[in-house]
């Protein structure tokens, strides 16, 4: 379930709508408005082979990183560099919470370097109960009080303990569940959270299941029409290099002039 790099700004938008509030609160990180999403690639973090999970802008300006390890991670010196590449780039204050998933129990939260002082909020998922958060979606599901902390429950849920389920039956629970939110843009919302924070952490077949169960929601068409269209443009550049016209690449890729003409510009570096 891999994300074309073009469209995650997609997967953003329909995130940052799928997180009012304090809903985060549901997983452990309380006092987190999130105004929107960000993009998560840094040229600076880049260069030091680092790459982070999601970043969330809070309605107080902080930038809220947030970190998914599936096993303990020994020192902090990863998400520092992280984090200092994004307090220069952005001057924000920055906060960091991992969420720990699988078996992990403890984990360090902060870094004495001497000359300065690093620490993150650790949330263990791991030892949150699943069952306890699936029946509570369902329930509402059920009565009609759903709410935008079901999302949360529901999307994180892939990650919690289950003990009167195995973990194959807590997932196929889990989507049993997932397909029976009948509101459209809830399912967007869903969507957006699985590929947001779930997907990368699933096993090859869970990816394929939940591919099958969310073909129908918005997002999903939307994610498959960018990843088209960027393989167009893809092409398109090519046959310019190889001194097509731009007729040809309208014909033979299905852009429009106007894209075409613009996929030219870039190559001839005047975009």
Do not use: C
């Not at 982070?52 to 096993?71: N, P, V, Y």
């Not at 699933?202 to 990816?207: G, I, N």
């Not at 393989?231 to 309208?250: N, W």
């Amino acid at each position: 379930m891999d994300i074309p790099r073009n469209a995650n700004d997609l997967v953003a938008k329909h995130l940052t709508l799928a997180l009012p509030g304090e809903v985060l609160s549901v997983i452990g990180v309380r006092d987190a408005p999130v105004v929107r999403a960000l993009a998560t690639e840094i040229p600076e973090v880049r260069l030091r082979q680092t790459m982070t999970d999601i970043m969330l802008e809070l309605a107080d300006g902080r930038l809220l990183h947030l970190e998914f390890q599936s096993t303990k991670e020994p020192t902090l010196y990863r998400f520092a560099a992280y984090d200092v590449a994004l307090a220069e780039r952005y001057r924000r204050a920055i906060r960091t919470v991992v969420l720990y998933t699988g078996d992990v129990q403890s984990a360090p939260s902060e870094l004495d370097a001497g000359s300065f002082r690093y620490t993150v909020e650790n949330v263990y998922l791991g030892q949150m109960d699943g069952d306890a958060a699936l029946e509570k979606v369902r329930r509402h599901l059920e009565t009609g009080e759903w709410t935008p902390e079901d999302r949360v429950r529901l999307a994180f849920a892939f990650h919690m303990e289950f003990e009167r389920r195995t973990r194959d039956e807590a997932f196929d629970a889990i989507v049993e569940t997932l397909q029976r939110v009948p509101d459209r843009e809830e399912q967007n919302y869903l969507a957006a959270l699985v590929f947001g924070f779930s997907a990368r952490v699933l096993t090859d077949e869970q990816k394929a299941v939940l591919r099958r169960v969310l073909a129908m929601t918005e997002l999903l068409k939307e994610i498959v029409e960018e990843a088209k269209d960027e393989r167009s443009k893809e092409i398109a550049e090519r046959m310019f290099r190889k001194g097509a016209s731009v007729a040809d690449v309208v014909e033979l890729t299905g852009l429009s002039e106007q894209e075409a003409v613009e996929v030219l510009r870039r190559v001839r570096g005047e975009a």
